[in-house]
């Protein structure tokens, strides 16, 4: 539900910054607690911890216009959309549930 002209830059941001984000958060914690008598339990304490946390986001992050248009609820899309893009813009609605 991004603006059209940052949907790509955006998801290129997140794959990136999720994938190479994660792997140097997790070799990190790793190599700090290799050396540790139980090194392996606070690897996959942090890193669960890490998880926890990535699902609350999950969990408060708001529905998608193009969800509620799919379950044909077009009161609650018209309010997400309004949510996201800051005002009601009829003609760009409109074209998203025509699509």
């Known amino acids: 539900s991004a603006p059209a002209e940052y949907v790509d830059f955006l998801a290129t941001k997140y794959v990136y910054g999720f994938?190479?984000?994660?792997?140097?958060?997790?070799?990190t914690i790793n190599?700090?607690?290799a050396e540790t008598k139980s090194g392996w339990r606070w690897f996959f304490g942090l890193l669960?911890?890490?998880s926890l946390a990535s699902?609350?986001?999950?969990?408060?992050?708001?529905?998608s216009p193009h969800y509620f248009i799919e379950m044909k609820d077009f009161e609650r899309?018209?309010?997400?959309?309004?949510?996201?893009?800051?005002?009601?813009?009829?003609?760009?609605?409109?074209?998203?549930v025509a699509e």
Do not use: C, H, Q, W
């Open 19 to 27: 994938n190479l984000g994660g792997f140097v958060v997790a070799s």
């Open 31 to 33: 190599y700090l607690v």
């Open 48 to 50: 669960g911890a890490l």
């Open 55 to 63: 699902l609350m986001l999950f969990a408060i992050a708001p529905e």
């Open 77 to 96: 899309a018209e309010n997400a959309f309004k949510m996201t893009k800051g005002r009601l813009i009829v003609a760009e609605f409109d074209k998203l």
